[in-house]
Structure formats: C-alpha cells, structure tokens
C-alpha cells in the first residue's frame, strides 16, 4: 500500500536517499530540511504529485509543527515519519571538541528529536503507522569523549522509551543504526563506507513488513574490509 512519508534532513546524504527510494517504490514523501534550493530540486526530480518540499529547522519547535500541518494539510495523513536530521563533530572528543558544536549536536539530534517524535505521534496513533529513527552503531560503542555518540546513545534508548508509550496503539517505532556512510555528513569522501543506498533500502523494508511485525531496531555496518 502506498503510504504518506515524512522525512527529516531530507536534503542530503541518507535522508535524501531514503526520499527517492521511497518515491520509487510508489510512496509519498514530504521532504524537510532547511536547504529549500536542494528539497525543490528533488521535489522537481520525483515529481509534485507525490512529493512535497517543507523547509524546516527541526530545532525550531514552531517550525515543525508547521512541518506537519503543511503536510497533513496536503496529503490527509501520514503513515511513516522519519527523524532523520543530524550532524556531527567539528572536532573529535570532549577536550578538543567546541562547545557551540555541543549545543547544536544536542539541538538537532536529540531536541529536534524529540519534537518531531512528540508532533507525529497523534498522526500516527491514527494511522496506525511507523516512527523510524536514524541512531548509530556510535551509540552502541564507547569512543572516547564523543558528544556525538552520545546524541545517539540518546536516541537508543529514546526510540525504546517511545516504543514503550506506543505499545498497543497500533503504531510502530524501528531504530536503524548505521556504521559509517558515505554522506556530505564528512567533509571528504569515505570510499570503504555504506553507501546512502544501503540505508535506504534497509528503511523501505522496515516500513513495508506486513501490519504483524515489528522490527525494534536494525544494525547496518560496512562488510569489515
Ligand atoms: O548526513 P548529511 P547523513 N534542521 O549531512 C539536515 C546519521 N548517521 O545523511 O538543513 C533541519 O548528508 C540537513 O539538511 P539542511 C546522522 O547522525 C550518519 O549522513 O538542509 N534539518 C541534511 O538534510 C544523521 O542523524 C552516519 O542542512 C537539519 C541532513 O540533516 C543522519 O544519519 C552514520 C538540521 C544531514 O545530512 C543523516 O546524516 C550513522 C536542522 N537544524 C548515523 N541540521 C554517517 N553518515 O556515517 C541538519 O551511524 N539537518
């Protein structure tokens, strides 16, 4: 069944990937990011019937319940959202790191989080639909003073603490956690990484499983080489 898809961070590297994966198999997508140029250029390439372009910036709580009014209002539902904006460390470690980076680490990928889980929750209470969080294999290893890893330590046991509150509704949370990607969230190429593609497809086939299963959480690593 076609299904209505919100994705966050849709403007780059996984998220985009999972956009067009999405089209592809026949869904809709409602594509937010702050990076309008890129989302109506993807708009433009998967076509305005089934795509929608809503530039958003997931720390602005406002913003984002403008997010999913626009996106309801288009499209009357919405099966499946995707938290997916985040972003990294300028610097490696607690010592070295800078402390505007820890703010918008925490900001984005856990506060925007948060808000995107609390405005999608009654949508998909209703739709009996699927609330799909992009972790990491950094939150499930310990490296040494990342205040990145710790954001998606957060959203490991946030996906739990969120499936819990759901259990019984109807809906549905998965975490999918990758190992390194080859996105524009580096600033030079990683060449033995997944490839967003990868990530993409592991989202369709969470959201796609028949009504009776849940997957909690799924880990995609590069084959080690
Ligand atoms: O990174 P990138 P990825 N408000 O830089 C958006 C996780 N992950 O695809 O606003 C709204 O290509 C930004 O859009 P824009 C990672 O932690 C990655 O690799 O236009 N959106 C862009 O669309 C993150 O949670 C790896 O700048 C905001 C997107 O986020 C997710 O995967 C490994 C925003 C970032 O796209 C996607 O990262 C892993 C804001 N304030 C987990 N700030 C990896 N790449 O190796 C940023 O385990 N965005």
Request: with cysteine.
């Amino acid at each position: 069944m076609s299904k209505i898809i919100l994705i966050t961070g849709a403007s780059s590297g996984i998220g985009e990937a999972c956009a067009r994966h999405s089209a592809k198999a026949g869904h809709t997508v409602v594509l937010a990011a702050r990076s309008a140029d890129k989302l109506e250029g993807l708009v433009a390439e998967l076509g305005e019937k089934n795509a929608l372009a809503v530039t958003c910036d997931v720390t602005d709580a406002d913003q984002q319940k403008v997010m999913f009014a626009t996106a309801t209002d288009r499209f009357g539902r919405l099966d499946v959202v995707l938290a997916n904006a985040g972003l990294g460390a300028s610097a490696m470690g607690t010592e070295e790191g800078d402390i505007e980076n820890f703010k918008e680490m925490v900001l984005v990928n856990n506060f925007g989080v948060t808000v995107t889980a609390k405005l999608a929750i009654p949508h998909l209470k209703a739709s009996k639909g699927h609330l799909v969080f992009i972790g990491s294999r950094a939150g499930h290893a310990t490296l040494p003073g990342s205040v990145y890893g710790a954001t998606k330590w957060f959203i490991r046991g946030y996906a739990e603490n969120v499936a819990a509150e759901l259990s019984g509704t109807g809906a549905r949370v998965t975490n999918i956690n990758p190992g390194m990607v080859d996105t524009p969230f580096f600033d030079e190429p990683k060449p033995t990484a997944l490839r967003p593609d990868d990530i993409a497809r592991a989202f369709l086939y969470a959201i796609e499983q028949p009504e009776h299963v849940l997957i909690p959480s799924l880990q995609i690593y590069p084959k080690p080489q």
